[in-house]
Nanobody, 124 residues
Framework: QVQLVESGGGLVQAGGSLRLSCAASGRTFRSYAMGWFRQAPGKEREFVAAINWSGSSTYYANSVKGRFIISRDNVKDTVYLQMNSLKPEDTAVYYC?????????????????WGQGTQVTVSS
């Protein structure tokens, strides 16, 4: 059974940084793409960033490009999201997800498993 456990969320002032982590278990981590999504209050869940199986390719939503960095450690079976220059509009529950294959994906339906989410709140 695949489990994804996020950590690292919290309250931060605008302009600050946070690093989210997502520890995976249950199947061969290095075989699958990973992604981060977020859901703000009253809004639909949206794509944030994705990384392919090896970490050689990444893709970002325009809203976070240049501020967020996705990375992975295939020894620790963990994916990270470094979030810099945070804005109040980044406030959301952040979810990590594991893809159905190793290739880069941004569509939610291409992800098989989801974590429970971690809250990120950015104050102005």
């Amino acid at each position: 059974q695949v489990q994804l456990v996020e950590s690292g969320g919290g309250l931060v002032q605008a302009g600050g940084s946070l690093r989210l982590s997502c520890a995976a278990s249950g199947r061969t981590f290095r075989s699958y793409a990973m992604g981060w999504f977020r859901q703000a209050p009253g809004k639909e869940r949206e794509f944030v960033a994705a990384i392919n199986w090896s970490g050689s390719s990444t893709y970002y939503a325009n809203s976070v490009k240049g501020r967020f960095i996705i990375s992975r450690d295939n020894v620790k079976d963990t994916v990270y999201l470094q979030m810099n220059s945070l804005k109040p509009e980044d406030t959301a529950v952040y979810y990590c997800a594991q893809g159905a294959s190793g290739g880069l994906e941004y569509a939610q339906y291409r992800y098989d498993y989801w974590g429970q989410g971690t809250q990120v709140t950015v104050s102005s």
